[in-house]
T-cell receptor
């Protein structure tokens, strides 16, 4: 069965510092990978996705993620964090056969300090 | 605004009651998905509809049911409510059920069962 692990439940980062959120997945075939962000009172907004091709994916709000098949990872990065990046971040895995049935990680809460 | 509309935003009810959550998908999207976000279970896929037909089921309780109407809006019915049903219920939509298309999520309906 596929699974998604986000090892960090909570991360505190200073404004202007870099951010990296970890995501590891377990899936037999080529996964379809996503990062979503949830701000308080908001729904889930797609930051970026990986379907195939270039393993370094650019997303919205200055985020990027790198797919590393050998490490079964899809880590999210941002070079310089803004206060508005404080939110909860979810990694998700999908599969072609049952599209839309995404498996989500437990989420990482990001706190940005001045 | 993601284009996916969910009503009501908040709902407070008592154990044993029945509620209906409504979702209007993004214009042009034929597929609707329901997810539940709770503190203990995280984000879980419940059920998927495509053009009025059920296409996939996840961890949906027998007390819960859903349908998609000819105008493509969807309703999630929750009956015999228990305290543990308190959660944020998300609807998402996508253009098709085929792979490599993105789910767009609504802002969610927060259900509190007292």
């Amino acid at each position: 069965a596929q699974s998604v692990t986000q090892p960090d439940i909570h991360i505190t980062v200073s404004e202007g510092a870099s951010l990296e959120l970890r995501c590891n997945y377990s899936y037999g075939a080529t996964p379809y990978l996503f990062w979503y962000v949830q701000s308080p009172g908001q729904g889930l907004q797609l930051l970026l996705k990986y379907f195939s091709g270039d393993t370094l994916v650019q997303g919205i709000k200055g985020f990027e993620a790198e797919f590393k098949r050998s490490q079964s990872s899809f880590n999210l990065r941002k070079p310089s964090v803004h206060w508005s990046d404080a939110a909860e971040y979810f990694c998700a895995v999908g599969q072609l056969r049952s599209w839309g049935k995404l498996q989500f990680g437990a989420g990482t809460q990001v706190v940005v300090t001045p | 605004d993601s284009g996916v509309t969910q009503t009501p935003k908040h709902l407070i009810t008592a154990t044993g009651q029945r509620v209906t959550l409504r979702c209007s998908p993004r214009s042009g999207d034929l597929s609707v998905y329901w997810y539940q976000q709770s503190l203990d279970q995280g984000l879980q896929f419940l059920i998927q509809y495509y053009n009025g037909e059920e296409r996939a089921k996840g961890n949906i309780l027998e007390r819960f049911s859903a349908q998609q109407f000819p105008d493509l809006h969807s309703e999630l019915n929750l009956s015999s409510l228990e305290l543990g049903d308190s959660a944020l219920y998300f609807c998402a939509s996508s253009p098709t059920v085929r792979g490599a298309n993105v789910l767009t999520f609504g802002a969610g309906s927060r259900l509190t069962v007292l």
